[in-house]
Nanobody
Framework: VQLQASGGGLVQTGGSLTVSCEAS????????WYWYRQAPGKLRQAVAN???????NFIASVRGRFTISRDNAKNTVTLFLNNLKPEDTAVYYC??????????????????WGKGTQVTVSS
């Protein structure tokens, strides 16, 4: 099972971008999706998540500007970044947890990361 991230790019302050992530593979299920970001010289930071129940959570600095949605049928998650600020500039990473079935028919937990996608906000 792997995650493929897409989206991001360069935008001016106040603009909008989307970053998406798609899980692919065989015999797996996703419970919760997470988005993290890492700015140059800083630690990776949790940004938002959407749980299997549909409940969403955001860090204070993006609440009201970012939204998140998921498509369970397509195993995708999208983070909508609105009213972007220069401090939102970072590499954004998606992460998912869930489970998968091995070739021996055993259930195993799943915790996977996508490659990052760059979001750059110019002032």
């Amino acid at each position: 099972v792997q995650l493929q991230a897409s989206g991001g790019g360069l935008v001016q302050t106040g603009g909008s971008l989307t970053v998406s992530c798609e899980a692919s593979g065989n015999d797996f299920s996703i419970n919760n999706w997470y988005w993290y970001r890492q700015a140059p010289g800083k630690l990776r930071q949790a940004v938002a998540n959407i749980l299997s129940s549909g409940v969403t959570n955001f860090i204070a600095s993006v609440r009201g500007r970012f939204t998140i949605s998921r498509d369970n049928a397509k195993n995708t998650v999208t983070l909508f970044l609105n009213n972007l600020k220069p401090e939102d500039t970072a590499v954004y990473y998606c992460n998912a947890d869930g489970g998968y079935i091995t070739s021996e028919g055993q259930h195993r937990p799943l915790d996977i990361w996508g490659k990052g996608t760059q979001v750059t906000v110019s002032s």
